[in-house]
């Protein structure tokens, strides 16, 4: 089965080619971070827009990349959500677009559990049950995988999500937006320990905040000014990767399994990817990161997720779907 992915939740153009579930013939992204950068953060109508002329001729390129046609398409996954409601309905309308010109099915896959299927494409060899650490500019969620289709959320973000606490405090410095790649530069070269940032809630639950965080960022840059950018950054980033690595550790144990499969833009942290493989392993536990390209919004897992989905519902969802920009993970969602 070749499935056509397709992704505009938010500002990141992307459409794959995934045979069978696992194989990806061709994945292609265009992303409108420069975009957006003069508004320090992304503007819908103008990634609305952006989509609407980007997305036509990325689906060409991918099926040229792979060396196919239109003729080849077995079925179409596009994001219903959750996302940013102009985006979504550019990706869901050109899928409908798609389907009903190729009469092949369509299917509406939940972007939180298509990133759970980055851990599918890396690791094939580690299947569920395990806890996915789900990571993003606009998510943080602990997810108990007991079997692909099969999620419970056991912990979240009360406030921001650990993505939006690294932008805020990347504005709050002077870096720009997307701010979490150059803070993760810029940490590299800093003192994790330089600045004693708090971890909110770390000792209790497996909920999150990183609100206290981002307020005691503000404090601390308008107190002490003069401090090194990398250490501000190290410090900080260090912060966000402790308690994230405490609330991971902490539910896998609590629900008995070994692995921990961390998924999102965050997820391509150097930062979290060392901290979180050191807690692990101490606790003797296997902590899994996809490759970067995996990480970020891509198509690939839009494909792969949609492709499990179809394997369940042969005639897929119908011309019917409609997007739904605060659609929850469940266990509907594929």
């Not at 930062?271 to 003797?284: C, D, I, M, S, Y």
């Not at 949609?306 to 897929?316: E, I, S, W, Y």
Request: net charge negative; proline share 7%; hydrophobic share 45%.
């Amino acid at each position: 089965m070749i499935v056509l992915g397709i992704e505009t939740s938010c500002d990141e153009t992307a459409v794959a080619l995934i045979r069978d579930g696992d194989a990806v013939l061709a994945s292609k992204l265009y992303s409108q971070a420069e975009l957006h950068a003069a508004y320090g953060g992304v503007v819908p109508e103008v990634a609305s827009r952006d989509h609407l002329r980007k997305l036509p001729p990325l689906a060409e390129e991918t099926l040229a990349a792979a060396g196919r046609g239109w003729d080849a398409l077995d079925a179409v996954a596009v994001t219903i959500g959750p996302g940013l409601i102009g985006p979504l309905l550019v990706g869901v309308a050109y899928a409908k677009g798609v389907a009903l010109a190729r009469g092949v099915p369509l299917v509406g896959v939940n972007h939180l559990a298509a990133h759970l299927f980055a851990h599918r494409l890396a690791y094939p060899d580690v299947p569920p049950p395990f806890l996915g650490l789900i990571v993003s500019g606009g998510h943080t969620l602990l997810v108990h995988v007991a079997d692909w289709g099969a999620y419970r959320v056991v912990g979240s973000t009360r406030d921001d999500a650990a993505g939006e606490a690294l932008d805020k405090f990347g504005r709050l410095v002077g870096l720009g937006y997307p701010a979490g790649p150059k803070i993760d530069e810029l940490a590299a070269a800093g003192d994790p320990g330089a600045i004693p940032f708090p971890r909110p809630m770390i000792e209790s639950g497996l909920d999150m905040s990183f609100s206290g965080l981002k307020t005691a960022a503000v404090y601390r840059v308008r107190d002490h000014g003069n401090e090194p950018l990398a250490d501000l950054c190290a410090s900080y980033l260090q912060a966000v990767a402790e308690v994230l690595a405490e609330k991971a550790v902490r539910a896998a144990q609590r629900l008995e399994v070994r692995d921990i499969a961390v998924v999102g833009g965050v997820a391509a942290s150097r930062r979290l990817r060392e901290v979180l493989t050191t807690r692990a392993a101490q606790r003797h536990l296997d902590a899994h990161f996809p490759p970067p390209e995996l990480c970020t919004d891509n198509a690939a897992v839009i494909g792969a997720c949609g492709h499990h989905r179809l394997v369940q519902h042969p005639k897929g969802d119908g011309l019917r779907i409609t997007p739904d920009p605060g659609l929850a993970l469940d266990t509907s969602s594929g």
